[in-house]
């Protein structure tokens, strides 16, 4: 192999992959940072729109948009960055029988259930797991607890109550009970204003920021790789450096959609026991809010979506309906395979017609607009965020471990302290393997 040209390529302008990259640059290394999109940010993606006669424009977050919890991380940069957040507050509601009430803790059973079968999974044998459904029969959970905790699992993790495990699921809680994970952030000015941060970092640190740049194939030997691959415009190209740090989603990595040569097989193996959830999600913008002063979250009993939010306290005329896991499965299966937008926002409709008993011409007539990106067809995700299925609660780790000092892999499905599927669950990896690769700088 000729010469390299970086010290590091990262592929991805991810969270994991600035946060990394703006790691090794402030070590003083040569660093480029390889990525398929035409933005940064990957899966924190914000659309910012302007409505009506406004001069300012309003941030739709399309991926992540909570910052769940106080993790340092996150709330470091947020600092650094002196961007301002707020806490969404407000009340939950319900929709069942005809009726919208209101709830004082609609998620105090799923998590009285997740503590009993903590409490349980402790009389097991050490690496005992099973699935969470699994786990509600053997620990005699009764039916409706056992409905409201797998309606919560599923939604939040994106995840199927037959393959998730026990034993990633009461860590996860562990972890986020530990940094009040049920509190709730938003970013003022939008979640991509973190990654415009550390790119702006990195940029004036000397990395270069190579965008429509998706690699195909990474070719490597000890400390020396090349990546791959043609531009946008059809153009090759070929980026070469001493290691890499591999960030490329969980879905990517499963799908083989990069080709690796050696292929790093411990790597590839622990990628394939993880599973990526799928997530459908719809963010409607109206000329007025004709839901109840004051909701913050909505579930809608027996409907798709099922569950609902706002951004109260912030008044905006703006609502989001949220399918994860099995959910999508069911809603393709009623809808059709791989449902259309169109038929998401119909079925939006409906149900938010439904619940506040008004009818869908006139919620349809009300609309200004509409906002999703389908993850699961984005080639360069190939769904929304990773869950632990049972028996794989250490392929994590095995997916942190460096291969041959010289190709080191982050992203949020390579966490290893139960944060899976969060952005400060990215961060933290992207600079557990800057770490890793200063470490192995060392005499």
């Not at 986020?176 to 994970?181: F, P």
């Not at 799928?278 to 109206?286: I, M």
């Not at 099995?326 to 409906?350: I, M, N, P, W, Y």
């Amino acid at each position: 192999m000729s010469a390299v040209a970086y010290d590091v390529a990262v592929v991805g302008a991810g969270a994991a992959g600035l946060a990394a990259a703006r790691a090794l640059c402030a070590a003083g290394k040569r660093v480029a940072i390889v990525e398929a999109r035409d933005r940064i940010g990957g899966r924190i993606h914000t659309e910012h729109r302007q409505f009506g006669k406004s001069a300012t424009t309003v941030p739709i977050e399309l991926g992540a948009e909570f910052v769940h919890g106080l993790p340092l991380e996150t709330w470091r940069l947020l600092h650094e960055a002196h961007l301002r957040t707020y806490e969404l507050q407000g009340e939950t509601r319900r929709y069942a029988d005809g009726r919208v009430t209101t709830e004082q803790d609609s998620g105090a059973v799923p998590l009285r259930v997740l503590e009993k079968l903590g409490a349980w999974l402790k009389h097991k044998a050490p690496g005992f797991d099973v699935s969470f459904a699994e786990a509600l029969r053997l620990a005699e959970i009764d039916d409706p607890s056992r409905a409201a905790a797998s309606a919560y699992v599923e939604g939040f993790n994106a995840a199927d109550a037959r393959i998730i495990g026990i034993r990633a699921l009461v860590r996860q809680q562990q972890a986020e009970d530990a940094i009040d994970a049920d509190r709730l952030f938003h970013v003022v000015s939008g979640y991509d204003a973190l990654p415009h941060h550390l790119a702006a970092c990195c940029a004036a640190q000397g990395a270069e920021i190579l965008l429509e740049h998706p690699v195909d194939a990474l070719r490597w030997a000890p400390k020396h790789v090349v990546l791959a691959g043609r531009t946008a415009a059809g153009k090759p190209f070929e980026v070469q450096a001493a290691r890499a740090i591999v960030t490329l989603p969980l879905g990517v990595l499963k799908a083989g959609s990069v080709r690796f040569d050696p292929p790093p097989a411990r790597i590839l193996a622990n990628a394939q026991r993880l599973q990526m959830g799928a997530v459908l999600r719809l963010t409607l913008t109206f000329r007025s809010r004709f839901w109840p002063e004051g909701t913050s979250f909505l579930f809608t009993q027996g409907t798709l979506p099922a569950t609902w939010w706002t951004p109260y306290p912030d008044t905006s005329p703006m609502i989001t309906g949220w399918l994860g896991g099995a959910d999508v499965t069911k809603f393709d299966r009623q809808r059709g395979h791989r449902a259309s937008a169109e038929a998401l926002l119909e079925a939006a409709l409906e149900t938010l017609a439904q619940t506040f008993h008004i009818e869908t011409r006139a919620v349809a007539e009300w609309l200004v607009s509409s906002h999703l990106h389908d993850w699961q067809a984005d080639p360069f995700a190939l769904g929304a965020y990773s869950y632990v299925p049972a028996g794989a609660a250490d392929a994590s780790l095995h997916l942190s471990y460096p291969v041959d000092g010289t190709l080191f892999f982050a992203g949020e499905h390579t966490d290893t302290s139960g944060h899976w599927g969060t952005v400060h669950a990215a961060l933290r990896s992207g600079l557990r393997a800057a770490d890793q690769l200063l470490q192995d700088d060392l005499p």
